[in-house]
């Protein structure tokens, strides 16, 4: 059975570092872009960022550029996003989903997506 789980969420202070992780079980990951959204409470999901099903191709969305960095390792199908710098407007809840080959930054074209770790920026 396909799952994909989110871990590694929690609350940091402002400048401080965290790492998600996004397990896929159930099927390779192989063949799939893997990305990253966040939803803000009151706010729309928003792409973050979203690295190519064979890794060549990385975006971030502009206000993550230079903070975050995303890596895959297929043969653990895990996905990560290393987030430094944490800002307060980087809190939200963070999901990870696949699509098929490329990455794109239509949200339903996502087929699979996992429940969401919280990530809270706080002091």
């Known amino acids: 059975q396909l799952r994909i789980v989110e871990s590694g969420g929690g609350l940091v202070q402002p400048g401080g570092s965290l790492t998600l992780s996004c397990l896929v079980t159930?099927?390779?990951?192989?063949?799939?872009?893997i990305g990253w959204f966040r939803q803000a409470p009151g706010k729309a999901r928003e792409g973050v960022s979203c690295?190519?099903?064979?890794?060549?191709?990385?975006n971030y969305a502009d206000s993550v550029k230079g903070r975050f960095t995303i890596s895959r390792d297929n043969a653990r199908t895990t996905a990560y996003l290393q987030m430094n710098s944490l800002k307060p407007e980087d809190t939200a809840v963070y999901y990870c989903?696949?699509?098929?080959?490329?990455?794109?930054?239509?949200?339903?074209?996502?087929?699979?997506w996992g429940q969401g770790t919280q990530v809270t920026v706080s002091s």
């Open positions: 690295i190519s099903s064979g890794g060549g191709w990385i």
């Open positions: 989903a696949r699509r098929w080959s490329d990455c794109s930054s239509i949200l339903s074209e996502y087929d699979y």
């Open positions: 159930g099927i390779t990951l192989d063949g799939y872009a």
